[in-house]
C-alpha cells in the first residue's frame, strides 16, 4: 500500500486548504482512513478519521472547521480545513488502518501564517 499526500502549502490565519491522499492497492474501500498531524516538538496527533461505513471522528480543536471526506472510486480521502489557525501548523500525514496494519504516507506541510 502507497499513501500519496498532496495539497499543503502557506496560507493566511482564516485561509483555506485542501489536503488530498490517493492510496494505492485494493483495500482502500474497507479501510478506516485518517489524518494525523506533527508540530514541531510536539507528539503526532489523530486529527480526523473515517471508517468504511463513513462514520467520521474529528479531534476537538478542528470540529467545526475541518471536513473528512472519502471517494471511493478515486481511493482517495480528504480534509477540507477552513478557518484555518497558526496553531494548525503541521506536517499532516494520510494512514490508512486494517485491522492490525497501519500505513503511512509521506506527509504535507501546512503551515498558517500571515
Known amino acids: 500500500v502507497q499513501l500519496v499526500e498532496s495539497g499543503g502549502g502557506l496560507v493566511q490565519p482564516g485561509g483555506s486548504l485542501r489536503l488530498s491522499c490517493a492510496a494505492s492497492?485494493?483495500?482502500?474501500?474497507?479501510?478506516?482512513m485518517g489524518w494525523y498531524r506533527q508540530a514541531p516538538g510536539k507528539q503526532r496527533e489523530l486529527v480526523a478519521s473515517i471508517t468504511s461505513g463513513n462514520t467520521t471522528n474529528y479531534v476537538g480543536s478542528v470540529k467545526g472547521r475541518f471536513t473528512i471526506s472519502r471517494d471511493n472510486a478515486k481511493s482517495t480521502v480528504y480534509l477540507q480545513m477552513n478557518s484555518l489557525k497558526p496553531e494548525d501548523t503541521a506536517v499532516y500525514y494520510c494512514s490508512l488502518s486494517l485491522g492490525p496494519s497501519r500505513y503511512w504516507g509521506q506527509g504535507t506541510q501546512v503551515t498558517v501564517s500571515s
Open positions: 492497492g485494493s483495500i482502500f474501500m474497507v479501510s478506516i
